[in-house]
């Protein structure tokens, strides 16, 4: 209040706060005073009520009190004390109270005349209060200690007013302690109840009807728009067109729902405004606002229903149109932000269409959520498909890449890794910028897209690396197929036939040589294009190592005894010299034998060519023999029986199959043609005397009998005199019978020559062969 713009309420309603520089704890309640202006003559509940909460809860209450006003009825507040000690002594239970009225502006008159009087009006007030029968005889002294103290005039002694409001400060230090101002206080409630305990008292005061008696138009329009309400919220809930809208919004988005549930809400409403139109008006319209509230938070669960259906159509028609831009080839940004601008303009529509009037609500939330899905469909379906590309980017490069790399690493030579490059940078430079093509569709920035063709050209590399490591490890079976195919093969890719002619050193060092030069090729990654000195430097210590080059070896470092290539980074490095040089060793050990083997093919073919002997062997046979060769000139017999005998010599030769017999070694062979040399004998003798028996006696050939079924031994356990038939029935195939009578070439080399071990081992060339020479031997026998 400023003193010089007039005079007006100071305090309104009830402060609180903590005192400070108190001890212990103190809390100050600042009530409205009484008899104010601003509330006028028919608002006095609230001075009642702030006045009993006061004394209710409260150690010390000051009361000021002017000091003219003392000795006054309405002025000194009289009849307030004792409305509020008539409440309180009904409503509470009697707890100790100190009551210290403050005589401000004190006058000339001392406080010791003052105070009796003060004493006096309070007593009186006392008595005529109307008690319960416990405390009916109960003096003021057990429920209120009343103390008084005077403060001078502000305006007129403000420093002597200023000292007495120190001095008043003063005695509320240690209120608590023996003597101090509430130091007999009782029924104290705890700091951690007086929340409760304060919320408690206040409620019992406001709704003692003693204190607070609205008018009777008030309370006849509570009670009825009440009732009114209760009414109108009971038919909305069993009303059966809100019923079925709430069960079909169960379901499915239901058209038209706004408009249905808004024609729903304000039939009832009206409803009660025509019965409650006549009750007061500011009751009938909080009674309505409590009911439209009850009505909108009923029907706010079918709202929100209804608009969970809108955002998943929003989401499924998103997905569908995407679906079907992607298709028609559309750009994949551009489809995404079209079918979102449809879809939330769709769900917008569907939202504006579900709102109703009577309510605020705010769809932003479910907006958002609906944005927010559709968002992470499409970044979803976005990184499928950036995978998908990328993965079908991946394979071609692998298929482009991998097929060519192998075959230049099989024909391994000094362009290779040329090539590779070449391949590498050529099919990179076809598919990468389709690739980046593909992505402008999805308008990404350009840092992106920059680092998915990296990471894709770094994949490419990955692959040629993977496929040339792989091969490494593979590089000692390369080196001999090499070594094969040059040692093996002229120049015009026809296998070699080893004569004796060819230079098999030579051969051999240009075979070692070029795979040498593999090996060199498959030492390490070779990116760049600079040349190295890796082929020179392992042709040099591994293929032209002399004794000398080992003498100098030994003098100086061996260039292979390391881990790493001068040439090449360690982490291209895919063999290392040291593993060179064991590799090396290995592919000599396990090529020596083939060429041992072409060593000892030439040996056999100049021993096989030699049919004569040597001129020498020629000249002493002509000069030692000279006598015999006479002979036989001399008399023709000896040079018969001579030819004679070499026929049936080379008769048995074919027969015994000697050749063969001679394949698993000499001494094998001797046994067994040692052992069929007599049955084969006896057979020839046995058919030359069957054939001839014939032409002696002129008896037509027995017939062939049929075979036994029992197993017959072989022809070697035979009798010597056992006939020819018996021989040419045992040897000879089931599917082709003879006559005993008829020669036949092929039933008598078969059984004459071979056991049933070697019948069946023979091959049908081999056996036409031994039996055209069987027929010819069996002419001249």
């Not at 005998?645 to 000697?658: C, P, T």
């Not at 067994?672 to 020839?684: D, E, F, H, M």
């Not at 031994?713 to 005993?740: I, Y």
Request: glycine content about 4%; overall charge neutral.
């Amino acid at each position: 209040m400023d003193a010089f713009r007039g005079r007006s309420q100071t305090t309104k309603g009830i402060w609180i706060a903590r005192c400070v520089e108190v001890e212990p704890c103190t809390v100050v309640l600042d009530l409205e005073g009484t008899d104010g202006r601003e509330r006028g003559e028919d608002d006095t509940a609230f001075e009642k009520q702030s006045a009993l909460f006061a004394l209710a809860i409260s150690d010390i209450v000051l009361i000021n009190m002017w000091c003219h006003d003392i000795g006054r009825e309405q002025a000194a507040n009289k009849p307030l004390l004792k409305t509020v000690f008539q409440v309180m002594m009904r409503l509470f239970s009697p707890r100790k109270t100190t009551l210290l009225f403050v005589i401000r502006d004190k006058t000339r008159t001392p406080l010791e005349h003052l105070e009796p009087v003060l004493r006096e009006d309070i007593q009186k007030i006392w008595n005529s209060v109307a008690k319960p029968e416990a405390h009916k005889d109960t003096p003021i002294s057990e429920f209120f200690n009343v103390q008084v103290t005077a403060l001078s005039s502000f305006e007129e002694k403000e420093e002597q007013f200023r000292e007495q409001v120190q001095q008043l400060r003063q005695r509320f230090s240690n209120s608590i302690a023996p003597g101090g101002l509430a130091g007999d206080r009782r029924g104290v409630v705890p700091a951690s109840g007086f929340l409760f305990s304060s919320q408690q008292i206040w409620k019992v005061i406001r709704e003692n009807k003693d204190l607070d008696l609205p008018a009777h138009k008030v309370m006849v329009a509570t009670v009825r728009c009440d009732e009114i309400a209760n009414e109108k919220f009971g038919c909305i809930t069993s009303d059966k067109e809100w019923l079925d809208l709430e069960s079909a919004v169960q379901s499915g988005p239901v058209p038209g729902f706004g408009k249905k549930l808004g024609n729903i809400v304000d039939v009832h409403l009206q409803e009660y405004d025509k019965e409650a139109v006549y009750f007061d008006e500011a009751v009938r319209k909080g009674k309505r606002q409590h009911l439209e509230s009850r009505i909108i938070n009923l029907v706010q669960p079918a709202f929100q229903k209804m608009l969970a259906h809108l955002r998943m159509k929003a989401l499924e028609k998103f997905k569908a149109g995407l679906n079907s831009s992607l298709e028609s080839g559309k750009g994949f940004a551009a489809a995404v932000r079209d079918n979102t601008e449809c879809s939330i303009k769709e769900f917008e529509q569907g939202c504006a269409d579900a709102v109703i009037k009577q309510a605020n609500w705010d769809c932003s939330k479910i907006l958002e959520k609906a944005r927010r899905d559709i968002e992470d469909h499409a970044l979803s379906i976005r990184e499928s498909k950036l995978s998908e590309l990328t993965t079908h980017a991946k394979e071609k490069l692998r298929k482009a890449l991998a097929e060519p790399v192998e075959s230049l690493f099989d024909a391994a030579d000094q362009t290779t890794w040329a090539s590779i490059r070449n391949v590498y940078r050529r099919e990179t430079e076809s598919i990468l910028p389709e690739f980046l093509k593909t992505l402008c569709g999805f308008e990404m920035e350009y840092a992106p897209a920059e680092e998915m063709v990296s990471k894709l050209r770094d994949y490419a590399r990955s692959v040629v690396e993977s496929k040339a490591k792989d091969e490494a490890s593979k590089v000692l079976i390369h080196m001999k197929e090499r070594f094969t195919t040059v040692f093996s093969h002229d120049k015009d890719s026809i296998p070699r036939v080893w004569t004796g002619k060819e230079d098999v050193r030579a051969i051999a060092k240009d075979a070692r040589s070029a795979a040498l030069k593999l090996l060199s090729v498959m030492v390490g990654i070779r990116w760049d294009d600079e040349p190295d000195g890796i082929e020179s430097i392992l042709t040099s210590t591994l293929l032209e190592g002399s004794v000398v080059s080992k003498i100098a070896s030994a003098a100086s470092a061996d260039p292979l005894a390391s881990t790493t290539w001068e040439e090449i980074p360690p982490k291209q490095t895919m063999i290392t010299p040291s593993q060179c040089k064991s590799l090396w060793k290995q592919f000599k050990a396990e090529t020596e034998f083939t060429i041992t083997q072409a060593v000892s093919t030439q040996q056999a073919h100049r021993r096989g060519n030699s049919k004569l002997p040597p001129p020498w062997a020629i000249v002493a046979i002509a000069i030692l023999g000279f006598n015999e060769i006479m002979a036989l000139l001399r008399n023709p017999i000896y040079l018969f029986l001579l030819f004679v005998g070499y026929l049936i010599f080379k008769a048995l030769a074919v027969q015994l199959d000697v050749s063969r017999e001679f394949q698993n070694g000499v001494v094998p062979g001797i046994f067994s043609v040692s052992a069929k040399l007599l049955p084969t004998i006896q057979n020839l003798v046995n058919k030359v005397a069957a054939e001839q028996q014939p032409e002696h006696h002129h008896h037509p050939p027995p017939a062939i009998e049929p075979p036994q079924p029992q197993m017959q031994p072989p022809p070697l356990l035979l009798s010597p005199r056992s006939p020819m038939s018996e021989l040419r029935r045992l040897h000879m195939p089931p599917s082709s019978p003879r006559k005993v009578a008829s020669p036949s070439p092929s039933s008598s080399s078969s059984s004459a020559v071979s056991s049933p071990r070697h019948v069946a081992e023979d091959q049908k060339p081999r056996s036409e062969v031994a039996g055209h020479e069987s027929n010819i031997a069996d002419s001249i026998v």
